[in-house]
């Protein structure tokens, strides 16, 4: 399959070469914005739109992934709702004049808003597309990319009806069974007692209750249920209701993109016509470039300056809690077990702490209970396999705070997230060891309390750096270390520009203060493409860099 | 019974052979004792047969790990048939055997296939550990194992036992006892070694209801007053073994520390008052009879729980259920956190992770890693019931001895306590597996058939 091709200069053309699409379109057709995204598009398009759809498709799904990192205990409504108006704020007037003027020439209403569906499906399917192209180059975008689509589907399957639903099963997961009047009878009140469990609203056990539609499915096909006990299991067959289809189809969705990206990634060379190469190649390679995936191996060579010596201070001044607490512990017990190992070692190498300098350091840490041979024997390898030296020889990431979150672990284990780990008393005390501001720690607390961790941490940064509220809230260690430097090394170099004002005496006390004030704003855009953009970029200035 | 009958033949046999040390008896045991044809007939699935469909390059594909002394693991073995892999264990004699999974090729050819080499099916297996249990049990620690604490790990079996096959339909389950302080899990269905990671980890965490620690308790997860009907099953089974075994076994509510541990659970500061004034009252009137005091407190402690909940619900004005939640589950909070199986996770989530094989001794204890019937668990004794590779040694002689004159016997072992462990592992999996594994070769026949007309129909 050919991708895209040109016929002259300035635009770019979808072509599909695969025989039947017309035929599936009508059904795909039926839901609006549901697209399981099996057509590619092929329609001549500008090079102007082709951009302007792609960064406008991305802004949506970036600023919806930091919406939910942010906010990670909202109702579906709630996501749903920021969707839309996000939606509203980057989709909206990008639809091409043609809509724009069948709306305006006084066509009937109906036809005016069939016409402008007809865009708004036209752009989903341009926009998915062409982001496809951009993120199925690495494994890592594939499952970015892959991560937020499948969200953002799932989201807009809820809206659904019951008849659309059906409808769109039919197409696309024959595989359910339909539970026959006599069967359902008996499991019935094992069914609600799965309900009542999973403290489902009296609302959803009257829905069906009064309208018992369940599917059976192989378990194997339901994992997702299977893992939070929220369905029924008997000699293998789970039994589905209508509404927890949701995650069926969703898996069905992520499974058909997934293959397709994976199928773009090998054939990626002949996506592009040869004349079009040159341009085209370089705009969509930038769409990524751009990325406003939170990234942060510029860390380690920025403040490079890590070693096992100077690690406890770095430690004591920068680490955000969940590492801290580990060194803490680590420090005291001279040992950790493999979870605290893991998480502290990648973090470590995450900060640009070289392997040479880690193995002594964790040697140093773990003497003298451990001697230094059986830490050889029993620690070092592991060390150099986190640094890629050993074994598969992956470059191993520090984990982000949902994966640190996610630990769990015995009473022996000190790793995962803090706020969530330890009690009140025990999480007032480590904070007020790193000289956090009383009331933010108050703050940090209530909000682990309500399962808010990520906030809580950043509500500690902010009592520890003495900074307004941030922005942007923790999302990974890395992150809050990021911060930590660069605020720290701004503060630095004020004082350095204002002991130097002050010493030349030339300015009055007054313009002293100003330059100490003004030198982190600067610093801060500088810094703020590398460690934090959550931004969207502005529209103009992409488009004039893509070009190129 | 034959487990009575097992243990007075360990107990005849006494020490064994007195001044053979574990390691020096290993090639004796791997020579005469370690049952190589079962694990292989096992661990074929029917691919050692004449059938048309059997693959026989099937078993060559299966990793095992050996472990040597001194720590030295040696991944990536594997061997073309029982012969082939009786000959290695001889001669290089490892303290352990892991079984991994069965690869796409052979383990010994990994780096000819590069990334087309990776693992295609593993039984799924899961593993619990007494250890795990530590802050909850008083009898000892670390790698500790005693009749007071194994009540916890035979109410793990018939929990996950009954589980695996009543709600996930799986048929061939063997379990095992470590050797040392646990038991492992393997389920042989052929379903159940094509699960993928993800579905691994589903059916780990289906049952995983105890959470880890927090705030110096054990964290589980049970939501609202309603038990899914499968923690339900789960803890009918709980709470009758608590008074019975459990409770009395562990001795959960003597001593000071242990009982307010145990009282942390109660959401009530007034309630954990009450509950403190009628154990003081219960030790003043010590006639209670010759019941342990324990389950004494534990009535008491219910009883209270149970009142409180009846005053909550005959309150004015509706019923505040976050108050009353907290209330209802909290008895069940207790049992739950004391003595629902707690899996290591990581174990069951992965296809290549690697496991120890039955029937392999272990380096320190010198017992032998014995299959154990889930019907029988309750009497199974893991302190003196589980032969050791020493006992083994010396029943052997004691054979030989009585077989004076007569020709040495190739199948010796028939004459020890192994006998006992491998007609527990025939019965358990291997008898029904050889009906399963036809089934699966006759599928794959009928498969070879339909692609065979389809190409006629071209």
């Given at each position: 399959m050919q991708f895209l091709a040109t016929t002259k200069p300035g635009a770019a053309e979808f072509t599909s070469q695969l025989g039947g699409n017309a035929a599936r379109k009508g059904n795909e057709r039926m839901f609006s914005d549901l697209s399981m995204y099996n057509t590619p598009p092929s329609e001549n398009i500008t090079l102007e739109e082709f951009e302007r759809l792609a960064l406008a498709r991305l802004s949506v799904l970036k600023e919806m992934e930091a919406y939910r990192l942010r906010h990670a205990n909202k109702t579906e409504k709630e996501y749903l709702d920021k969707l839309n108006q996000l939606k509203q704020k980057h989709?909206?007037?990008?639809?091409?004049?043609a809509a724009a003027a069948a709306a305006a020439s006084g066509a009937s209403g109906a036809a005016a808003t069939s016409a402008q569906r007809e865009e708004e499906v036209r752009a989903d399917n341009i926009s998915h597309y062409v982001l496809r192209l951009a993120y199925c180059r690495t494994a890592e975008l594939r499952k970015w990319f892959l991560a937020q689509e499948c969200e953002m589907f799932r989201l807009k399957f809820g809206t659904y009806s019951a008849q659309e639903h059906e409808a769109f099963l039919s197409e696309h997961a024959p595989q359910y069974k339909p539970v026959p009047a006599d069967e359902l009878e008996s499991v019935m009140p094992d069914i609600m007692q799965v309900m009542r469990s999973n403290l489902e609203t009296r609302e959803a056990m009257a829905r069906v209750t009064a309208d018992p539609k369940f599917y059976k499915v192989s378990w194997t096909r339901v994992p997702e249920l299977v893992s939070q006990r929220r369905v029924l299991l008997r000699g293998g067959w789970a039994y589905v209701s209508r509404e927890a289809l949701a995650p069926l189809v969703v898996a069905e969705f992520r499974a058909g993109v997934s293959k397709g990206l994976s199928e773009m990634a090998r054939r990626w060379r002949q996506m592009f016509p040869a004349e079009e190469e040159q341009r085209l190649q370089p705009l969509v390679a930038s769409l990524t470039n751009r990325s406003?995936?939170?990234?942060?191996?510029g860390v380690a060579t920025r403040y490079?300056?890590?070693s096992a010596a100077n690690l406890p201070q770095v430690a004591a001044k920068h680490f955000p809690l969940c590492m801290g607490h580990l060194v803490t512990q680590l420090a005291a017990e001279r040992h950790l077990r493999h979870g605290g190992r893991q998480q502290l070692g990648l973090f470590l190498k995450g900060i640009g702490l070289p392997m040479e300098e880690a193995l002594l350091f964790w040697r140093s840490m773990f003497a003298p209970r451990c001697t230094g041979e059986a830490f050889d024997k029993q620690y070092a390898y592991n060390i150099r396999h986190n640094y890629g030296?050993?074994?598969?020889?992956t470059d191993y990431t520090a984990h982000k705070c949902t994966t640190i979150v996610g630990f769990s672990g015995g009473p022996g284990d000190h790793h995962g997230c803090p706020y969530r780990r330890l009690d009140e008393p025990a999480l007032r005390a480590a904070l007020g060891r790193l000289k956090c501001d009383d009331r933010k720690v108050e703050e940090a607390v209530a909000k682990a309390r309500d399962g808010h961790y990520q906030l809580a941490c950043a509500a500690a940064f902010e009592g520890v750096?003495?900074?307004?509220?941030?922005d942007v809230g923790i999302s990974a260690p890395l992150q809050y270390y990021a911060e930590s430097r660069r605020i720290c090394a701004e503060r630095e170099s004020a004082a350095v520009q204002g002991a130097a004002a002050a010493a030349t005496g030339a300015a009055p006390a007054g313009a002293g203060g100003e330059a100490g004030a003004l030198a982190p704003s600067v610093a801060a855009a500088d810094g703020g493409t590398e460690s934090r953009g959550v931004k969207r970029p502005a529209g103009g200035e992409s488009t004039t860099g893509a070009a190129r | 019974m034959a487990d009575t009958a097992k243990k007075q033949r360990v107990d005849q046999a006494g020490?064994?052979?007195?001044?053979?040390s574990v390691q020096e008896a290993m090639p004796t045991y791997y020579a005469k004792l370690f049952p190589t044809q079962h694990m292989v007939k096992w661990l074929a699935y029917g691919n050692?047969?004449?059938?048309?469909?059997?693959?026989?390059?099937f078993f060559n594909r299966r990793e095992f790990c050996f472990t040597l002394q001194g720590d030295i693991f040696v991944r990536y073995q594997a061997f073309k048939d029982g012969a082939a892999l009786q000959e290695a264990i001889m001669r290089r004699c490892p303290d352990k055997i892991d079984i991994g999974p069965v690869y796409s090729a052979n383990p010994m050819d990994r780096h000819k296939f590069?990334?087309?080499?990776?693992?295609?099916e593993r039984e799924l297996v899961f593993d619990i550990d007494l250890t795990d249990y530590d802050d909850v049990?008083?009898?000892?620690?670390?790698?500790h194992i005693c009749a007071k604490c194994w009540p916890l790990m035979s109410v793990a079996v018939k929990i996950i036992d009954k589980g695996l096959r009543e709600?996930?339909?799986?048929?061939h389950i063997l379990w095992v006892?470590?050797?040392?302080?646990g038991i492992h899990c393997w389920v042989c269905d052929p379903s159940a070694r094509q699960l993928t990671d993800e579905q691994r980890s589903a059916v780990a965490s289906w049952f995983a209801v105890y959470k880890g620690h927090e705030e110096g308790k054990a964290r589980v997860a049970l939501l609202g007053g309603t038990m899914h009907p499968a923690v339900e099953r789960a803890a009918g089974i709980l709470r009758s073994a608590w008074e019975q075994t459990l409770l009395p076994a562990q001795r959960?509510?003597?001593d000071g520390p242990q009982c307010e541990a145990l009282l942390r659970?109660?959401?009530?500061e007034g309630l954990v008052e009450t509950v403190r004034k009628k154990w003081t009252e219960a030790s003043r009137s010590r006639?209670?009879?010759?019941?342990d005091v324990n389950v004494v407190r534990w009535r008491a402690l219910e009883e209270a729980v149970a009142e409180r909940v009846r005053e909550e619900r005959s309150?004015?004005?509706?019923?505040?259920y976050k108050v009353l939640g907290p209330l209802e589950r909290c008895v069940d909070e207790i049992i739950m956190a004391h003595a629902y199986p707690r899996l290591d996770m990581e174990v069951s989530k992965k296809m290549n992770h690697l496991l120890k094989a039955p029937?392999?001794?272990?380096?320190?204890?010198?017992?032998v890693c014995v299959p154990l019937d889930p019907k029988a668990v309750d009497a199974f004794d893991p302190v003196d019931g589980v032969p050791t590779v020493t006992s083994l040694l010396g029943e052997l002689a004691a054979a030989k001895e009585a077989a004076e004159?007569?020709?040495?016997?190739?199948?010796?072992?028939?004459?020890?306590a192994m006998a006992d462990a491998v007609s527990v592992f025939e019965s358990c999996l291997l008898d029904g597996l050889a009906a399963s594994n036809k089934e699966e070769l006759t599928g794959r026949t009928r498969v070879a058939v339909a692609v065979g007309q389809m190409n006629v129909d071209f």
């Open positions: 989709m909206k007037g990008l639809t091409s004049s406003l995936v939170a990234d942060y191996s490079g300056d890590v030296r050993e074994g598969k020889r750096h003495r900074v307004p509220e941030m | 020490s064994g052979v007195p001044g053979i050692d047969s004449k059938h048309a469909q059997a693959d026989s390059h590069g990334a087309a080499f990776h693992p295609v049990r008083t009898c000892g620690s670390g790698g709600e996930f339909g799986f048929k006892y470590s050797g040392r302080r959960l509510l003597e659970y109660l959401p009530e006639n209670a009879g010759n019941t309150k004015k004005g509706g019923l505040n029937f392999c001794v272990h380096p320190k204890t010198g017992k004159g007569g020709k040495p016997n190739p199948e010796a072992w028939r004459d020890t």
